[in-house]
């Protein structure tokens, strides 16, 4: 199977791309200097200039982080000093929704057993009635296989 779905994949297509890409980056950067170099000289001069300003922000605006950060770290410490003790017993609970015992959908159910209550749901019987009788029936144990029965019948057909 795996030798089948290989012949149609391109092994080589990665290599190719990548080939083509390089050979594309360098074409675009020999425009790219070659579309500058009239100006040049006047882009180095401001990166240079640039760069320099760049360290004198830097240098201005370290020390002003700095008295930021002490300042936040002291304003938490002065938070953490002053908050109360909380005990999470003294909050209000929810109060617990009042369920159907029986739902016309539960999850716990056998898919069988709860097509028994959709059955029922559809001719309007009452689900406890629906409940009751198969608490009184041998259903769930055989649909669970938790009962065996010995069958003598003539057919072995039987379960009872």
């Not at 300003?53 to 936040?72: C, G, H, N, S, Y």
């Not at 908050?83 to 999850?107: G, H, I, T, V």
Request: aromatic share 10%.
């Amino acid at each position: 199977m795996i030798e089948w779905l290989d012949r149609y994949y391109d092994h080589t297509l990665e290599d190719r791309v990548h080939k083509v890409e390089k050979t594309l980056i360098k074409q675009i950067n020999a425009l790219q200097k070659e579309a500058l170099l009239p100006i040049q000289e006047e882009l180095d001069a401001f990166e240079k200039e640039w760069e320099s300003m760049r360290k004198l922000v830097e240098d201005i605006i370290k020390p002003v982080f700095a008295k930021r950060d002490e300042l936040w770290s002291d304003a938490n410490s002065l938070v953490d000093a002053k908050r109360p003790d909380f005990d999470e017993s003294k909050l209000p609970q929810p109060e617990y929704a009042d369920e159907n015992p029986y739902p016309l959908y539960d999850s716990m159910r056998h898919r069988l057993i709860q097509n028994i209550f959709f059955q029922a749901h559809k001719r309007n019987e009452p689900f406890e009635e629906v409940q009751r009788l198969i608490d009184q029936s041998d259903w769930v144990c055989i649909i669970e296989g938790t009962i065996t029965y010995v069958d003598d019948s003539e057919d072995n057909l039987s379960i009872a």
